[in-house]
């Protein structure tokens, strides 16, 4: 399945939005923050540049996705429901007891789930053994490891950079979810990481900027790294934190709580009014 149509891949983000916010309002906690601004990266991977068949999750040859802000699942399940590795209905059961879907994905339980995630900082590195490892196995794997801004403080992100970087795991592409906000407040406040592409080009990666939310651009940036021979690429995509919900967009509150009744309503109505 490869959707070109931007009509229809805006509409399948929309969805993917809506589907976060259920899971979330109905878990009563969760993190919609940054799982919404990372809606649009995770609709284009999954329904126009990865290789994956849902009625196979498992195939040797798949493309993989390592999501290293693994806080953020419920971006990934939604958008693994929309594609149809599992039912929708099983998204309201997020941080339920004897669901699947607890808080990090889990590799084990989850069809579609390609890493185990949560301890921030480790995802690139196991991105990376899978990247080296379709190199030697000459699969022709592509590997996509999602990272967010704040994430970047932890210093194992650099040494896997570094990594990437020697191996020439053209192969990878890194994605930086760059809102610039996390937990404690503004990234660049916290412990300011910026200038995110000059220090990855310094690591030797290919670098490119893009805006988060724009679908065209995120299409041209994977295209575009697919033909990059002998490094591994970084798209640093700017993003706008709970984008998509008004009350939500920038503001660093929403990093991880539930909405209420009231406000899940007017969030809810506000994506449908989109379709």
């Known amino acids: 399945m490869k959707i070109k149509d931007i009509k229809e891949l805006k509409r399948i983000s929309n969805n993917v939005r809506i589907g976060i916010i259920d899971s979330v309002y109905n878990a009563k906690s969760g993190h919609p923050g940054g799982s919404l601004s990372i809606a649009d990266i995770l609709t284009v991977l999954y329904f126009n540049q990865m290789h994956i068949d849902e009625k196979n999750p498992h195939s040797l040859d798949r493309d993989r996705l390592v999501l290293s802000k693994g806080h953020c699942a419920p971006a990934l399940y939604s958008v693994l429901a929309e594609r149809g590795f599992f039912s ?37 590195s196991a991105a990376n053994g899978m990247a080296l490892a379709s190199k030697l196995d000459k699969r022709g794997v592509r590997v996509y490891c999602i990272i967010g801004d704040g994430e970047l403080e932890e210093g194992q992100i650099w040494e896997a950079a570094m990594t990437a970087s020697h191996y020439k795991l053209d192969n990878l592409c890194v994605i930086v979810d760059n809102n610039n906000l996390q937990i404690d407040g503004k990234v660049n406040e916290v412990m300011n990481i910026y200038p995110i592409d000059e220090k990855f080009r310094s690591f030797g990666f290919e670098v490119i900027n893009i805006d988060g939310h724009n679908i065209p651009e995120i299409i041209t940036a994977f295209e575009t790294a ?19 919900i008004s009350f939500m967009e920038d503001n660093g509150d929403w990093h991880g709580k539930a909405p209420n009744e009231e406000q899940y309503k007017i969030a809810i109505d506000e994506l449908k009014s989109k379709i």
Not at 97 to 110: A, R
Not at 226 to 244: F, L, R, S
């Open 88 to 124: 929708k209905e099983e998204l309201t059961t997020l941080r339920h007891l004897g669901s699947k879907l607890q808080g990090h994905p889990d590799m084990k339980n989850i069809p579609g789930v390609d890493m185990s995630t949560g301890s921030l900082g480790q995802g690139l």
């Open 226 to 244: 697919k033909k990059v021979k002998g490094k591994p690429t970084v798209i640093v995509a700017n993003t706008i934190k709970g984008k998509g």
